[in-house]
């Protein structure tokens, strides 16, 4: 009502005509009127008829310290392309992505680097806030359990030396789309533990061994050597296949493989929250029902999205949980990249360094961001036409 108000007495007719009144019974006239109708206060209206509708009005408080009409456009762009990580992280990354920007869009002077660099994350949230949109999560379970080898894998009843790398945990993701009967692509998520190392693979049906055989090739790309498997108690890792390939070598190469205590997915949970960074976000919630999409998704996963992932994007590891009341408080430790992680660790030699080094020196995630979008409108294609079928039918 208030605004309403404001609305009509502040009608430049009628300001002009209060204004240029010869005398003072007139304007009286004009308030009296105005007052009568509005039900304004007449000091509060006397303010408003007065008011230059071309000055602007003062803001309270020191002066923006932010130049924003040219730091948020870079801003969203890093954060865009940077698949909308969160503010913690993104501070981390906009040193590494700046020089790749500049890059791309021409050089930025120094004042804006140095704000950008300078911001803090709670400062990057509230530039951003009027950007940012919220994304509906929904979770389907496609966990078969596997009986019969339970007991010969033991459960993880302590915790590994995760002060170094090659523990890796593992899990499926469903894309099943709405139901999970019927035959679809599966994606496969192993982390490491130490530097999260994240790698992904999809397989058909999640067969036993489909499953081995993504193990493998993802083991020949990692920069370090496996040292402990843990996964749920699905059928597709609790097989003979893969027991056997991680059994059957020598044994200063032996690899533990336990599994996860059965209802409990907490035990996963350095590899359960990749599957939301790492698959769902990058491919949604669509039935993936036609075989030809396992091997475009291999390509996407095994070049541009473990190359995207791995060396540009920060992460954040808990370092200490503790309970005070009814709550928990978690510290985190600096966000890196799990690149930078792997280069700190004293256990790599330096020659796999040299070789990641040299490849992290050629990439450009800018570059990395298009050839990811123009592959996955690719793989959509595949999708829409297989949705189309299964209506007509």
């Known amino acids: 009502m208030r605004k309403q108000i404001e609305n009509y007495v502040n009608f430049p007719r009628l300001r002009a005509k209060y204004r240029l009144a010869s005398s003072t019974e007139k304007r009286t006239k004009i308030l009296d009127e105005v007052c009568d109708l509005s039900g304004v206060h007449r000091k509060s209206l006397i303010r408003m008829l007065n008011r230059d509708p071309s000055r602007k009005k003062k803001h309270r408080g020191p002066k923006p310290k932010y130049r924003y009409d040219e730091v948020l456009p870079i801003l969203i762009a890093i954060w865009l392309a940077s698949d909308q990580i969160c503010s913690k992280k993104l501070h981390a990354a906009i040193p590494e992505w700046l020089p790749y920007y500049e890059m ?39 966990t078969k359990p596997g009986k019969i080898l339970k007991n010969q894998i033991p459960i993880k009843i302590h915790h590994w030396d995760d002060n170094e790398p090659g523990f890796l945990e593992a899990d499926t993701v469903a894309h099943c789309g709405n139901h999970i009967d019927g035959s679809f692509v ?49 059928s597709e890792f609790l097989n003979y296949h893969l027991i056997r390939y991680f059994s059957d070598r020598p044994k200063e190469s032996m690899v533990q493989f336990t599994r996860s205590r059965p209802y409990h997915k907490n035990d996963n949970a350095h590899v359960e929250q990749k599957n ?19 091997e475009l998704i291999n390509d ?62 050629r990439l450009n995630p800018f570059e990395l961001k298009r050839q990811i979008e123009k592959k996955l409108r690719q793989i959509f294609k595949y999708v829409k036409v297989s949705s189309n079928v299964r209506k007509r039918i």
């Open 300 to 361: 996407l996963y095994s070049n541009e999205w473990s190359l995207y992932q791995n060396h540009f994007i920060p992460t954040m590891k808990c370092i200490k949980k503790e309970k005070i009341n009814s709550r928990y408080r978690k510290r985190y430790d600096e966000p890196k990249t799990p690149y930078a992680r792997v280069m700190e660790c004293a256990e790599i030699s330096d020659e796999v360094k040299k070789k990641l080094k040299d490849k992290h020196q």
């Open 186 to 234: 599966w994606s496969i998520t192993f982390t490491d533990i130490h530097t999260t190392w994240t790698e992904n693979r999809a397989v058909w049906n999640k067969g036993a061994e489909g499953v081995v055989k993504m193990v493998k090739e993802v083991e020949a790309i990692l920069p370090f050597k496996i040292r402990g498997f843990d996964c749920d108690n699905g």
């Open 104 to 142: 791309e869009n021409g050089v930025i002077d120094d004042l804006t680097s140095l704000q950008l660099t300078s911001m803090s994350s709670a400062t990057i949230d509230r530039a951003l806030k009027k950007t940012k949109v919220k994304i509906k999560r929904k979770r389907f379970c496609g």
């Open 276 to 294: 939301w960074s790492h698959v769902r976000q990058l491919l949604g919630y669509d039935r993936f029902e036609d075989p030809i999409l396992v």
